[in-house]
């Protein structure tokens, strides 16, 4: 493993520092440079010398103790990253992060940075599960930072539980993995081609009203935008959004439930993968009127009949093309993602619970459950864009599966 990244490892007060000291030296061993910023409540667990030594760098703690009089110390730090890890991070710094506070060299440099963020909690596991501190973790997801999720065990608080700093060789992984990855996603999805639908669907009632839903088409377009950055060639049908469709892709607008049917079916043929993750109305009014539905005494009954099921129906007519569905539920998510996967003839579905936190609709992150013929996998709650790289990787990974089962 020879990493061969600049990691700026920040490290705050709290007693899992002693495993800072062994994170900074697997880092080094792994051929990362490795540079500390300390907060001064870590000093008071490890001196900086202990991190100096192992990382053969200076090691910093004081804004205004500028080591180079051309330089300010905390922008170059910010600029010099490839990636900032902040390890152990207390609820303190989650919070300040989280708030945008800035009144020392680690949260100075964490606001300046354009590096990816990475955060390994440690704490007291009741802290942990505080909500104020759920709350900052989500923020920082939302905001684009990501989390090591911590483990559990003995915490030296006494309590049992989660709260504990991952352990040093497993973060060094976790990194490896990270810059291995992005070296091969740019070709991951080379050669194929992806329809995905998104944004929610319009039924008429009058000129003036319509039936439609919550969907912002957020995920849909995180799925189309993440397609093409792994080398897809991306056709996007979508229904009314607010959203500009990313560059490179090819957009189809439609509105009503039928349309989208229509523009799926007009490009299935030539698809490898098709993603349906648009939320598509269910029923239609079955009979639309010229003018506006005047208000009138008593109630108001419409009729409805169901709209065509778009993923069924592609379902019954695929040949080599792989075939994504969405659940979107607020009960039994797992009875009912894996009744969809068999009653569509889906390959693939991706449920979650819309009532958790940070899965709703208009949200910029998800907490995802991908059911497959092989079984579960459950991601943690992610930037929709992330988790939209997930599945495309779980799709390549399903698909490889199947021709080997067919050879």
Not at 174 to 189: P, V
Not at 302 to 329: C, N, P, V, Y
Request: aromatic letters at 6%.
């Amino acid at each position: 493993m020879n990493l061969g990244k600049k990691i700026l490892l920040c490290v705050t007060g709290g007693i899992a520092v002693y495993k800072a000291a062994a994170l900074t030296s697997k880092l080094v061993q792994s051929g990362a440079e490795v540079k500390v910023i300390m907060s001064e409540s870590a000093k008071e667990f490890v001196a900086p010398l202990t991190f100096q030594a192992l990382s053969r760098q200076d090691v910093y703690w004081d804004t205004f103790d500028e080591k180079e009089s051309s330089k300010i110390a905390h922008i170059d730090l910010a600029d010099w990253a490839d990636l900032i890890l902040v390890a152990p991070a207390t609820a303190n710094i989650i919070g300040k992060l989280a708030n945008g506070i800035a009144d020392d060299m680690i949260s100075t440099t964490l606001l300046a940075t354009k590096a990816p963020v990475w955060l390994a909690p440690a704490m007291n596991v009741h802290m942990y599960d505080h909500p104020a501190v759920q709350r900052n973790i989500l923020t920082l997801f939302e905001d684009g930072c990501r989390f090591i999720e911590p483990g559990e065990g003995y915490l030296a608080c006494g309590y049992v539980g989660k709260g504990r700093l991952e352990e040093p060789e497993k973060i060094v992984e976790i990194i490896h993995d990270h810059f291995a990855q992005s070296i091969n996603e740019s070709s991951l999805l080379k050669g194929k081609r992806i329809v995905i639908t998104a944004g929610p669907t319009r039924e008429m009632v009058d000129p003036v009203r319509f039936f439609s839903n919550r969907s912002t088409g957020k995920m849909g377009y995180a799925l189309a935008e993440a397609a093409l950055q792994l080398g897809a060639d991306v056709t996007l049908i979508s229904g009314p959004v607010t959203i500009q469709p990313p560059a490179g892709a090819h957009y189809i607008e439609v509105l009503s439930a039928e349309e989208m049917y229509a523009a799926v079916h007009s490009v299935f043929n030539q698809a490898d993968i098709v993603v349906k993750s648009a939320a598509v109305a269910d029923y239609r009014p079955i009979e639309v009127m010229d003018h506006k539905l005047k208000k009138k005494d008593g109630n108001l009954v419409l009729e409805f009949e169901r709209t065509k099921d778009i993923l069924k129906s592609l379902g019954e007519k695929k040949d080599h093309q792989f075939l994504i569905g969405f659940a979107a539920e607020t009960t039994k998510v797992e009875e009912y993602a894996k009744a969809k996967l068999h009653k569509k003839n889906a390959d693939m579905i991706v449920a979650n619970n819309v009532t958790e936190t940070g899965s709703g609709f208009g949200t910029d992150t998800n907490k995802v459950s991908i059911f497959t013929e092989s079984g579960i996998r459950q991601l943690p709650l992610l930037s929709k864009h992330e988790a939209a790289k997930e599945i495309f990787k779980e799709a390549i990974t399903q698909m490889r599966n199947k021709h080997e089962e067919r050879s």
